[in-house]
């Protein structure tokens, strides 16, 4: 009865239905001297790689201008239903290839969202509408003079379903994180009115952008479909404009202007020539987009150690969040370089394009923590400018411990973000005879009301202080042409109008001297010299002003040095 029941079992498992078994597929690269348009019937083998069942061949291609043929074929016949589907996954550039599959008429198959089967995201699904019959072969056509490494396999459908849902979840929390990243950063540019958080909130957008692009994901976005019909056109310019908007960032974040003047000027030619580069590819289109990657991946190799030795130089000389910077693009940038690095065929590091996103995730939470730091210091410094205790007993303005306080923490903030800020000093011409004609009652009154017409004709978020007696001073973030007009405007706000204290009418007018702020200069300096410009035109009669020159070259490299030398520690 053993017997029986064992040959029973036997016989069942030999004629019962059985599970597909996962196939070894072994892939050939012909050698061609040229381009052609249909499989060689006889070419030698120039290299052989075998993939394991379930696995992807690993075939390295080598620069060839007219495309490549491979042949492929399998251990084991495949039925027409089976759950294993032939993939092909390599560089994005390589466009559509031409498959022929074994016993079925060729096609052309596009890669993504635009091929036969949308589930696969980054790579070609490689139709077997016959499946593989006994001694078949296939061939496939691969376009370009890619230089990077192809990957074949035959990859069970369930395990490469699971596999593309994981990368989609991937994409999306990638481009939610820097899409909400990106708004704060608008926010703040909104409130602030700084090109910093406008040039980073445009970068973060960008690259969101370009990482849904990346992962074939954008396909299923409305507002991002219309890229997807030319992909490689599109990930080439957001690309090469998230590098544009990244330069201009840095500059700025790193304090380039202030710090290293020519590494500033290397940066603004650099930026210049990737927006020469983004018109030749808005242009040339589909003429330039088989050298314009390569041009671009060269440019971020050589940038990327240039970036990172900047900003250590940048940290040395005192820039106020170049350790930020360090912290949070050195991943990033290292990640860039990888990226580069492998579209240019030198390393084969397939992973990086899933990584790479992260990477900017990383950088954005670290970049964005800095920026909302320094957002806040101009937040505090604006209340103390409205909060401070130490007020003028007798105007209720700031005195002058106040805005010396103002004028240093400006200094330890850095001009990160700042443009220059002018100080003004107001001097209230021989207002001694106010006080001998109608006594020091009515002279305090006219003070009074001289401190609510200063606040009256300057900004609101301008701060006046009275610094002494009769010397006001006004400190307002803006260009040398604001701050001259709002000097004149001082001037004939009060030349207009008289006060009228006890049925007195009293004519005061005021002299102005106005000194801007410069790189490297600490806040006794800019005070000094705007006393000498007041000082200066004190002779040419009431309501004058009076404007603190610009250094000469050779004096103004000075001034840096000594600065700098002060900064270096003992």
């Known amino acids: 009865m053993r017997i029986v029941l064992a040959l029973l079992l036997v016989l069942i498992g030999v004629v019962g239905p059985r599970p597909a078994v996962a196939q070894a597929l072994e892939v050939e690269l012909l050698y061609t001297e040229q381009d052609l348009a249909s499989p060689p019937t006889v070419a030698p083998v120039q290299q052989r790689v075998v993939a394991e069942p379930g696995q992807y061949a690993r075939l390295p291609l080598p620069r060839r201008g007219h495309g490549y043929w491979l042949r492929l074929t399998t251990h084991e016949p495949i039925v027409a239903d089976s759950r294993q589907v032939l993939v092909l996954r390599g560089a994005q550039n390589l466009g559509p290839v031409i498959f022929h599959p074994p016993a079925s008429a060729p096609a052309m198959v596009a890669q993504g969202i635009d091929g036969p089967n949308t589930l696969l995201r980054r790579g070609w699904q490689l139709p077997l509408p016959n499946g593989w019959p006994p001694a078949a072969v296939a061939y496939l056509h691969v376009s370009g003079d890619t230089g990077q490494a192809l990957r074949l396999g035959l990859i069970d459908v369930d395990r490469l379903i699971l596999h593309e849902r994981a990368g989609a979840r991937l994409a999306s929390a990638t481009f939610t994180a820097l899409v909400l990243v990106a ?60 590098v544009i908007l990244q330069l201009i960032f840095t500059a700025r974040f790193l304090e380039l202007a202030r710090l290293m003047p020519r590494a500033a000027r290397v940066v603004s030619a650099m930026v210049w020539l990737l927006f020469g580069l983004l018109a030749v590819l808005l242009i040339g289109q589909q003429h330039v987009a088989r050298w314009y990657p390569a041009a671009i991946h060269v440019l971020l190799l050589l940038f990327m150690p240039i970036s990172i030795a900047v900003a250590i130089q940048a940290w040395r000389k005192g820039a106020a969040y170049a350790g930020h910077f360090i912290a949070g693009w050195t991943p990033l940038l290292a990640m860039a370089a990888l990226m580069a690095a492998h579209q240019l065929g030198l390393v084969d590091v397939p992973w990086i394009e899933r990584v790479l996103p992260l990477g900017a995730v990383l950088q954005s939470g670290v970049l964005a923590l ?5 957002a806040a210091n101009r937040h505090r410094i604006a209340l103390l400018a409205r909060q401070s205790a130490e007020r003028d007993a007798l105007t209720g303005a700031l005195n002058r411990t106040a805005i010396e306080q103002m004028l240093a923490a400006w200094g330890q903030m850095g001009h990160l973000g700042v443009g220059q800020y002018a100080l003004l000093l107001v001097d209230l011409d021989d207002f001694a005879e106010v006080n001998a004609r109608h006594g020091y009652v009515v002279g305090d009154t006219v003070m009074q009301h001289v401190y609510t017409r200063i606040r009256g004709l300057v900004r609101p978020d301008d701060t006046v202080a009275r610094m002494e007696s009769d010397l006001f001073a006004v400190v307002s973030e803006c260009r040398r042409d604001d701050a001259e007009l709002l000097a004149h405007r001082l001037v004939e706000g009060f030349q207009q109008r008289p006060f009228n204290v006890d049925g007195h009418e009293i004519v005061v007018t005021v002299s102005v001297g106005l000194a801007m702020s410069r790189r490297g200069e600490d806040a006794d300096a800019l005070q000094r010299r705007a006393a000498e410009a007041l000082a200066g035109v004190r002779i040419a009669g009431h309501s004058s002003i009076g404007v603190s020159s610009e250094p000469r070259t050779g004096e103004g490299r000075r001034q840096r040095g000594r600065a700098a030398a002060a900064r270096e520690p003992d």
């Open 183 to 242: 708004i704060f950063m608008f926010g703040l540019w909104v409130a602030l009115r700084d090109l910093l958080y406008l040039s980073y909130a445009a970068y973060l957008a960008c690259v969101a952008v370009y990482s849904m692009l990346l992962s074939g994901d954008a396909g299923e976005m409305l507002t991002l479909a219309w890229m997807t019909p030319d992909g490689l056109l599109a990930r080439m310019g957001l690309g090469t404009l998230a």
């Open 370 to 374: 800095a920026l909302s730091q320094h």
